[in-house]
């Protein structure tokens, strides 16, 4: 198992004060920073573009990056994030036309690759290209607004998921987004993902380093039972 990795998702920021809500919550223990980038096209709302991520490391955030392209078509926005400075991109299959050549533009650009899964599409479109895949991303909730609750089904497609990947004896991480919570997160590593996309249950509490504590402590608890 990969150790875990806590993502808080900048949706749920302060866009006032960004840069230091940054640098707050990486100080609290956070790993990576998730971006959610939606178009009001592929998904109802509309989010930030690359200028962020180029701002922030202008500001001099040095975090991995993570960004969910929640946007159609892909493409032209995998090479603004990468060359904007993002370490990890991932989009969703239903967007591209061309899966394996949206996947091979992101590790051409540097850059981790993903593939992203809503809750109602199935394992199987991973079938041709899982191999190329540095992580997965499966959503518990429909992507295009924060603060949703957990989808208690992805519990499974994250055990199924996670066969599926030791079967093929690969290294791909399982990263979840969508309802992640101090009260559900062991229950979700315990399933066998290991990064975690949590948005208002950090950004949303009074203490952040508190929070990600709580979280990590839970994790350790539900591996260790």
């Known amino acids: 198992m990969h150790a875990p990795l806590i ?17 707050n919550v990486l100080l609290a ?61 991932s989009f969703h299959p239903e967007a591209s ?26 394992l199987h479109v991973l079938d041709c290209v899982l191999d190329k895949l540095d992580y997965v991303l499966l959503m518990s909730v429909n992507p295009g607004f924060g603060g949703q609750s957990f989808i208690d089904s992805t519990l499974a497609k994250i055990q199924q998921l996670k066969q599926r990947i030791d079967q093929a004896g690969l290294n791909t991480r399982i990263e979840v987004d969508g309802g992640i919570k101090t009260d559900n997160i062991g229950d979700v590593r315990a399933a066998g993902a290991d990064m975690f996309v949590a948005g208002s249950a950090i950004f949303n509490s009074d ?10 402590n839970a994790m350790k608890q539900a591996t260790s039972d």
């Open 7 to 23: 993502a808080p998702s900048i949706l749920s920021a302060d866009f006032a004060r960004l840069g230091e809500e940054v640098e």
């Open 29 to 89: 223990g956070a790993d990576v920073i998730h971006f959610d980038v939606m178009d009001n096209h592929y998904v109802p709302n509309l989010s930030f573009g690359p200028m962020i991520c180029q701002a922030l490391r202008n500001h001099g955030i040095s975090a991995d990056i993570d960004v969910h392209l929640m946007v159609q078509p892909v493409d032209s926005m995998i090479e603004a994030f990468a060359k904007a400075g993002a370490s990890m991109i």
């Open 97 to 122: 036309l061309h899966l394996d050549r949206s996947i091979q533009l992101i590790k051409d650009a540097g850059c981790k690759a993903g593939l992203a899964l809503n809750p109602g599409t199935p």
């Open 207 to 216: 203490d952040y380093a508190g929070t990600i504590s709580k979280m990590k």
